[in-house]
């Protein structure tokens, strides 16, 4: 079975610094691994995936995640924050290979300090 | 730029009431799916449809629940007679592939408010 570990339901950062999201799976098949972003008033819009390959993987808006097999983790990072990063931000993992459902977590609430 | 759009946005209810969530998918995508997320809580699967029938459902999707394709591009959720723990953010989604690899696109989602 899979699940999905967010540390921390509000992340607050400061415009400029380091948005870092943590995330956990567990996966008795290799994953695939996501990252959804959710607007304020708007749907969850896939930032970055992991299937196969590059461990590091670039998403949109300057947001990238690095896939950690030893670790199992699969954390959200961007360097620099921008106001308009204030979303919240849910790690997803789903079984590689097989039709089986994505599994969410709990989503981790980002907010820009200024 | 093609997108999954919801309604209502938000619906209050009494409880025992009848509720239909309606889903216009993206317009090519062959897979649908209704997931929710209670307040605090985890974005939750609750169904997969494909080819005018269900493929996979959650525990969560009992017999109150239904799902239908009525006339080709709408894509509804029906609760028959609301709970006050059904209150919810739902959350449609389409794919053109199987939800696997994560092409999943999201409408904005219908708030439910059961009273």
């Known amino acids: 079975a899979q699940s999905v570990t967010q540390l921390g339901s509000h992340v607050s950062v400061s415009e400029g610094a380091l948005v870092l999201l943590r995330c956990n799976y567990s996966s008795s098949v290799p994953p695939y691994l996501f990252w959804y972003v959710q607007y304020p008033n708007q749907g969850l819009q896939l930032l970055l995936k992991?299937?196969?390959?590059?461990?590091l993987v670039k998403g949109i808006n300057g947001f990238e995640a690095e896939f950690k097999k030893s670790e199992t983790s699969f954390h959200l990072t961007k360097p620099s924050a921008h106001m308009s990063d204030a979303a919240e931000y849910f790690c997803a993992v789903s079984p590689m290979n097989r039709d089986d459902k994505i599994i969410f977590g709990k989503g981790t609430r980002l907010h820009i300090l200024p | 730029e093609p997108e999954v759009t919801q309604t209502p946005s938000h619906q209050v209810t009494q409880m025992g009431q009848e509720v239909i969530l309606r889903c216009v998918p993206i317009s090519n995508h062959l897979y649908f799916y209704w997931y929710r997320q209670i307040l605090g809580q985890k974005v939750e699967f609750l169904v997969s449809?494909?080819?005018?029938?269900?493929?996979?459902k959650s525990e969560i999707f009992d017999d109150q629940f239904s799902v239908e394709r009525p006339d080709g591009s709408n894509f509804t959720l029906k609760i028959r007679s609301t709970k006050l723990e059904d209150s919810a953010m739902y959350f449609c989604?389409?794919?053109?592939?199987?939800?696997?690899?994560?092409?999943?696109?999201f409408g904005e989602g219908s708030r439910l408010t059961v009273l």
């Open positions: 449809f494909y080819n005018n029938e269900i493929s996979e």
């Open positions: 992991y299937t196969t390959g590059a461990t």
């Open positions: 989604a389409s794919s053109a592939k199987r939800e696997n690899t994560g092409e999943l696109f």
